[in-house]
Nanobody, 123 residues
Framework: QVQLVESGGGSVQAGGSLRLSCAAS?????MTWFRQAPGKEREGVAR????????YYVDSVKGRFAISRDNAKNTVFLQMNSLQPEDTAMYYC???????????????????WGQGTQVTVSS
């Protein structure tokens, strides 16, 4: 069983930056950040393969967000720049320990989930 602990959320003004962290208690193959705004469905934001470092982003965050990892610490980061009010959401870290043919942001492919960290962006 892998436990995920997120940190780094907070409140910022539009145009500001935040860095989220997700620390895993064990091996992960793929780690992904999801977010869920009030009244909306949870959506995938960014994914990284912990081995290769290959990344994938939803179009709405490309050029603004960057996902990275520190394998020595089993930790994944999400650097969020140029934040906008529409980025306001609860951000969740998810992980899988095996490869999957499921679409990259298919939540069913992720066995492990963190509790979430709130990001609020004011205009």
């Amino acid at each position: 069983q892998v436990q995920l602990v997120e940190s780094g959320g907070g409140s910022v003004q539009a145009g500001g930056s935040l860095r989220l962290s997700c620390a895993a208690s064990g091996y992960t193959y793929r780690m992904t950040w999801f977010r869920q705004a009030p009244g909306k469905e949870r959506e995938g934001v960014a994914r990284i393969y912990t081995g290769s470092g290959n990344t994938y982003y939803v179009d709405s965050v490309k050029g603004r967000f960057a996902i990275s990892r520190d394998n020595a610490k089993n930790t994944v980061f999400l650097q969020m720049n140029s934040l906008q009010p529409e980025d306001t959401a609860m951000y969740y870290c998810a992980a899988s320990s095996a490869a999957s043919t499921a679409p990259v942001f298919d939540m069913r492919a992720y066995k492990y989930w963190g509790q979430g960290t709130q990001v609020t962006v004011s205009s």
